[in-house]
């Protein structure tokens, strides 16, 4: 096994991004991992690399991934004289995480990194065969570049990108973490009931997982199968009924991921918001498989 680096979104979003990636982590090897450590805008963990194309593919919440070669602290960078690089010329790349480390020299102490791997490796700023990245949080961690996470895919996919919109809805990075955080499988079936103009389910759909949708307005139901089809995309499954009555029309469900209408600019047949929440929360519950579960975003406590 290998230990690789996850260097994590720094959006406030509490302990969203480190979650997402050890659920991806845990999903995509079938629990065959250890080591894990975190701080601050990264997680560490260790497993086979044979996973690392699968679990690349899919986490939102993390910018980048790569091998951990060390971490040390930046007034003692003896650590990084025992790291061995493959052949080939290298380039160091310093990153500070939300500003940490304010009163150390970022560009002394990249030198000072670039100085030791020298030793073994030749220096090349403009093309490298190797990008070494030092991230600068509560140690200095260093790793070498395997994977960045590719915005273009998921920004082309956004609401305002398909032909069937409303201004409501998560962006697709939020709604592939929120499926990611349940451990649906890839070949799972996510359902999704209140599926708007689709978007769960396009991000369950190009995750490889049977996509199903429902929603009590047909609107939305025709307008999320016009969007799958915008993506070529296949749809597994979808019904126009009321929340309460998906119990009768779907079954052995492996993760029911849904965002709610907030009752701002979103229909909602004139019932009071939590009334729909309570609906939700007796219903879903019986579509589950005997494993599965629940990815649901709210805009309060209930």
Known sequence: MKTFLFALSG???????????????????GNQFSGVA????????????RFLDGICSRVALTKEIGELLCSFSPTDCSPVERVTLPEGSFAVRAVRFEGAMKDVDSQKLTRSVGGILSKKNQVNLKEPDITVRLLMSDVCVLYRLIHVTETGPLRSRKVSER???????????????????????????????FCGTGGIVIEAATMGMKAMASDFDPEMVDGTLENMDYFGLEIAGYEVCDVSDIPSLFSDIDAVVCDPPYGRSTKTGGEAIDAIYRKAAEAIPKVLSPDGRIGMVLPHRF
Do not use: C, Q
């Open 11 to 29: 959006e406030d979003l509490g302990s969203m991004a480190l979650d997402e990636a050890i659920a991806v982590i845990r999903t995509e090897t």
């Open 38 to 49: 975190s701080g601050p805008g990264w997680l560490s963990a260790s497993f086979d690399e």
């Open 163 to 193: 032909p069937f919109f409303s201004p409501i809805s998560l962006h697709p990075k939020y709604a592939r973490a929120l499926i990611n955080l349940t451990g649906v499988k890839r070949g799972g079936t996510v359902l999704d009931p």
